[in-house]
C-alpha cells in the first residue's frame, strides 16, 4: 500500500457556470465575498486598493477574512498566479507559519467549468497534518460547493453569525 501524502490534496467540482464567470469569483473582491469571505481585500504591490470589480495581478497581495470568525482570524499573502482566465494561484501560508500555496484551475468540459483546486506544500508534522490538511480540507470542501452553490442557483450556503460555532460552513 502507499504512503498517504498529507503534503497535498486535490479536488475538483463541475459548475454549471461559464468558466468567465468563475475566474471572477476568484480573482475580485467581489468575486471571493460572493462566496468564500467575509471581506477580501486586494492591493496592489505599492499598497492601492483594488477597486471591488478589478481582478488581482500576480503580485498582488490580500487579506482574507471569512463569516463566522472574528476580525482577528485572518490570512494575508500574494498572488502567484493569475492569467486572467483560468489559473489563480495564492499562498496560504497560515501568515508566515508555513509555506502552503492554493491553485485553482479552470476548464470547460462538456458545457461545464471543472474547478480543480489543490493545496500543496503543507507540512507533513503531526499538528500540520490536522490543522492545514484535514481542516482545509474540510473547508474547501465546503467552499467549493457554496461556489457551486452560488453561481448555479445564488443560494449563500455560508453561516454568518458570529454566536454558531463549531459549525462546518463558517
Not at 500500500?1 to 468558466?19: G, L, R, T
Not at 474547478?115 to 492545514?132: A, F, G, M, T
Not at 445564488?154 to 463549531?166: P, Y
Request: charged residues 25%.
Amino acid at each position: 500500500m502507499e504512503a498517504y501524502d498529507w503534503s497535498s490534496f486535490e479536488k475538483k467540482i463541475y459548475i454549471n457556470a461559464p468558466v468567465s464567470k468563475t475566474y471572477t469569483c476568484l480573482a475580485t473582491q467581489e468575486g471571493m465575498e460572493s462566496w468564500f469571505l467575509r471581506q477580501c481585500t486586494y492591493t496592489d504591490v505599492n499598497g492601492k486598493s483594488l477597486k471591488v470589480t478589478e481582478e488581482a495581478r500576480v503580485g498582488d497581495l490580500y487579506t482574507f477574512i471569512w463569516h463566522g470568525w472574528p476580525d482577528n482570524v485572518f490570512e494575508k499573502g500574494h498572488i502567484l498566479q493569475a492569467n486572467g482566465s483560468d489559473v489563480f494561484c495564492f499562498t496560504f501560508t497560515g501568515n508566515g507559519s508555513t509555506d502552503m500555496k492554493v491553485l485553482i484551475s479552470l476548464s470547460e468540459e462538456k458545457g461545464l467549468t471543472c474547478v480543480k483546486l489543490k493545496q500543496y506544500d503543507i507540512p507533513v508534522d503531526e499538528k500540520s497534518r490536522v490543522n492545514w490538511h484535514l481542516g482545509c480540507l474540510e473547508g474547501w470542501l465546503f467552499y467549493l460547493v457554496n461556489l457551486k452553490s452560488v453561481l448555479e442557483g445564488g443560494i449563500d450556503l455560508r453561516n454568518k453569525d458570529l454566536a454558531l460555532t463549531q459549525v462546518i460552513n463558517a
